[in-house]
């Protein structure tokens, strides 16, 4: 009796012995597993949102934006102005450049996607200059048309969002808050009383321009 006792509790260790190490191998395969998906966590996730969709139509548009951006010397800028139009259009409709008011001074005059290419990259190849190459000055110069870069010169300064901010301000109280013509495109610019243009314009392009130079790359 008591061998066999002694057996049971020898087969009972033994038993044991085989549970505790087939869980002590699956935590370890789990904990590699885990390390592997985690390793730097916050750097791949953070990237992976900060990076907006793209609408595919505006690579149809890719030759044409070239073609005019090396027509003025800005043909490095082609990522920028392609990104420009997914902030501006997503690529979609027949002014997807929204170029009319930089061309007639009002929305709707252009109504040729080729035509409200030409037109825009030709009014961003100006303020680019303007800009002396201060790229996300011209950026939302763009939006905020050629005056913020007499504004931010003025102040002796360079591109800033805050500098974007007190623009956007200024020229909504000129307008008169309560009878403007302007509307608040983001809810963070009305509580700033910022309903000028976008006043973060240049932060969405360049998202977007970071998504279009992925792409490329694959």
Not at 100 to 114: V, Y
Request: charged letters at 25%; aromatic letters at 12%; glycine letters at 6%.
């Amino acid at each position: 009796m008591k061998r066999k006792k002694w057996r049971q509790l020898v087969n009972l260790i033994k038993y044991l012995m085989i549970i505790g190490l087939v869980f002590g191998l699956s935590l370890m395969i789990l904990s590699l597993i885990v390390y592997q998906i985690t390793d730097n966590p916050e750097q791949e996730f953070e990237r992976a949102d900060s990076v907006p969709a793209l609408n595919q139509q505006i690579w149809e548009y890719k030759p044409l934006v070239e073609k005019y951006a090396k027509q003025h010397g800005i043909e490095e800028q082609t990522d920028t102005i392609l990104a420009m139009m997914m902030q501006e259009s997503g690529g979609r409709g027949n002014d997807p450049m929204q170029s009319s008011e930089s061309l007639c001074g009002k929305i709707g005059c252009i109504d040729d996607p080729e035509h409200s290419i030409e037109q825009g990259v030709s009014f961003f190849a100006w303020i680019y200059d303007q800009a002396d190459g201060d790229l996300e000055l011209a950026v939302q110069a763009y939006n905020f048309g050629p005056g913020f870069i007499k504004y931010v010169r003025e102040m002796e300064e360079n591109y800033s969002e805050e500098a974007a901010i007190a623009f956007s301000q200024n020229m909504y109280e000129e307008a008169g808050r309560d009878s403007s013509i302007y509307s608040c495109r983001r809810e963070e610019a009305e509580e700033l009383d910022a309903c000028y243009g976008d006043i973060y314009y240049v932060s969405s392009v360049m998202s977007y321009k970071e998504a279009i130079e992925m792409e490329s790359e694959n």
